[in-house]
T-cell receptor
Framework: DTGVSQDPRHKITKRGQNVTFRCDPI?????LYWYRQTLGQGPEFLTY????????KSRLLSDRFSAERPKGSFSTLEIQRTEQGDSAMYLC??????????????FGPGTRLTVL | QKEVEQDPGPLSVPEGAIVSLNCTYS??????FMWYRQYSRKGPELLMY????GNKEDGRFTAQVDKSSKYISLFIRDSQPSDSATYLC?????????FGSGTRLLVRP
């Protein structure tokens, strides 16, 4: 399967613990995105990488959140000192934008986080 | 007010019906418009995208964009029970997508 993959698919943690999620994009894609989706809502943008550079962070991404994309390949999203409000589906997407072509983003299956 | 508005449904139709799903938006700068399908507890799957105003057809699916009205639609012909899912519209804002909240569709056999 050459799509976007995410690991783990499910994570249950206690409040105050740190968690880390991994995303492996489609191999030739240079752009990688993280979104968060809560029940009954559409995905909300969190952050975006072009190659290894993090170019944009949403105000939704508090200082407890950090994302990296070393070497411009896979990415990790870490949440420190988790809170119950962090419970959501964390989605990763990748794309390869070319001039004058829509930046069509392909999503992974998501990591569902539950904070107890 | 949200940048993208979408009726959450649920929309329940009999098998074989024509389904119309719609979104309105407020930002006239949006140029690309996407429709994603999301099954329960899965990631969104890209169905179609269109650029600016006009129609685009792909099999049983037709996407329409009316930029003058800031209104986009997705039509599904000959709907099937396997089409039962949440349909999300999305707009391309430079690099990030702005999503509607999704419309839940149920196609009854």
């Amino acid at each position: 399967d050459t799509g976007v993959s995410q690991d783990p698919r499910h994570k249950i943690t206690k409040r105050g613990q740190n968690v880390t999620f991994r995303c492996d994009p489609i191999s030739e894609h240079n752009r990688l995105y993280w979104y968060r989706q809560t029940l009954g809502q559409g995905p909300e943008f969190l952050t975006y990488f072009q190659n290894e550079a993090q170019l944009e962070k949403s105000r939704l991404l508090s200082d407890r959140f950090s994302a990296e994309r070393p070497k411009g390949s896979f990415s990790t999203l870490e949440i420190q000192r988790t809170e119950q409000g962090d419970s959501a589906m964390y989605l990763c997407a990748s794309s390869s934008k070319r001039d004058n072509v829509a930046d069509t983003q392909y999503f992974g299956p998501g990591t569902r986080l539950t904070v107890l | 007010q949200k940048e993208v508005e979408q009726d959450p449904g649920p929309l329940s139709v009999p098998e074989g019906a024509i389904v119309s799903l719609n979104c309105t938006y407020s930002n006239s700068a949006f140029q690309y418009f996407m429709w994603y399908r999301q099954y329960s507890r899965k990631g969104p799957e890209l169905l179609m995208y269109t650029y600016s105003s006009g129609n685009k057809e792909d099999g049983r699916f037709t996407a329409q964009v009316d930029k003058s009205s800031k209104y986009i639609s997705l039509f599904i012909r000959d709907s099937q029970p396997s089409d039962s899912a949440t349909y999300l519209c999305a707009m391309d804002s430079s690099y990030k997508l702005i999503f509607g909240s999704g419309t839940r569709l149920l196609v009854r056999p």
